[in-house]
């Protein structure tokens, strides 16, 4: 007899399930969801700005994957289910290009530039970028092969200062770990993630920082969810409440 | 054996040798051959009294001791990285103290020794633990009834007894230097000729040239397989 009433609860539960999906299908609450592979520098921004659009966007449930740019590109070559692709710099975008990745163009929607950052007591007393070529300062950088590391090579150059790192890192984290830990005495982080530190750190501007402006675009990736969801998605970050939560990080205009 | 055989195949065989013998990978390669064998020394000298504590003796929390000297074998290399930032590191728990003796630890290939002789302990400790108990005790036992000292009893019997399970510990330990990367990556840093291992070379490629991190993982494949092919070539002598 349990096992009945088990069974019948159980018709009942399938039944009702697919009425409620029949209403789906025409009314306006059809569950998407869309599939954005962000740069990690982004993650604080997009996560919130994600959670926003699915407010405006009902039955769009966002998901991101928050990864170095070229780790992104290379998995979505390798095929994996991207809608929207944000890359922090345009070298990156131009691979996606390249591979013939990218439904339509790719559109700046921020720019990062360079920062200094010590620990919050700055025990070096490093105060402009020509403390970073002291002897004694230890300063991390990130490697020139990884973007942080190509922006602080221009810087530099610009700036015809020449800094020995103690280590070369593979990611703006890494560096800013080092930083955080009292390890290192300072490194070259983006503005944005001074900010996104609070007060671990310590974050001193230079001029030269105007020189070298990291570009953000973003772009729809073929094959994406449909229904012009991507597009809109792009539109909602390059738009006012887009901007308004990236200048509040930190980033640019673009 | 599938994702070698693939990782295989995604090797440009043209340009492999240019690929592999660039400055860096050079300067890599050297580096973790270096430091690995440093490692697998420190790995002997903390290893075998450790083993020999473990499998000779019975003492209160002994599990509990064995558990922590196998810790690295389970940890996520980060985590070793970390631990090790907070006990070496500058503001670490023995930074100060290792300062005054007037070595910098910090983003020095010292570093790298340190976190790789960390995570390669273990293999050294569980090949030879294993070896002395599957050995035993009565050589031991008879040559201290006929007067032998503890040391000469450890010189003479313990030791050779038990040479090819150290010879084994050892090549494991060695292998397991070569490959750390995590740990190498958090604790002491990414400079070429200083803390830049192989591993940590072939992450920083991929970033600007998939085809010399495909290259140069196939060389650390190949050396890992002699390495392992060594350890049963010990073995097989042995018996």
Known sequence: MNRFVALVASLLLVTAGCGSESADRNGPTKKVTLTVF????????????????EAEHEGVTVTFNFAGSSDLVAQIQQGA??????????????????????????????????????????????????DLAKSGVKVVLCAEQVPCGSAAAKVEEASGIDIKPVSEEQSVTDVLGKVISGEADAGLVYVTDVKAAGDKVNGIEFPESGDVVNTYPIAAIKGNVGDGLAEAFISFITGSEGQAVLAAAGFGKP | MLPLVAMASRVDWNSFFSLISSDSSRTALWLSLRTSAVSTVLCVLLGVPMALVLARMTFHGQTLVRSLVLLPLVLPPVVGGIALLYTFGRKGLLGETVDVLGLQVAFSTTAVVIAQTFVALPFMVVSLEGTLRTAGERYEVVAATLGARPTTILRRITLPMVLPGLAAGAVLSFARALGEFGATITFAGSLEGVTRTLPLEIYLQREVDPDAAVALSLVLVVVAVLVIGLVRGTRSTAL
């Open chain 1, 81 to 130: 289910p991207a809608d929207v692709f944000a890359s922090a710099d345009t070298k990156n975008m131009d691979v996606a290009i390249t591979a013939n990745l990218l439904e339509g163009s790719a559109r700046n929607f921020a720019t990062n530039t360079l920062e200094i950052a010590t620990p919050a007591d700055n025990p070096a007393e490093v105060n402009s970028l020509d």
């Open chain 1, 38 to 53: 962000a740069a990690a520098s982004l993650k604080g921004a997009f996560t919130e700005l994600g959670k926003q659009f």
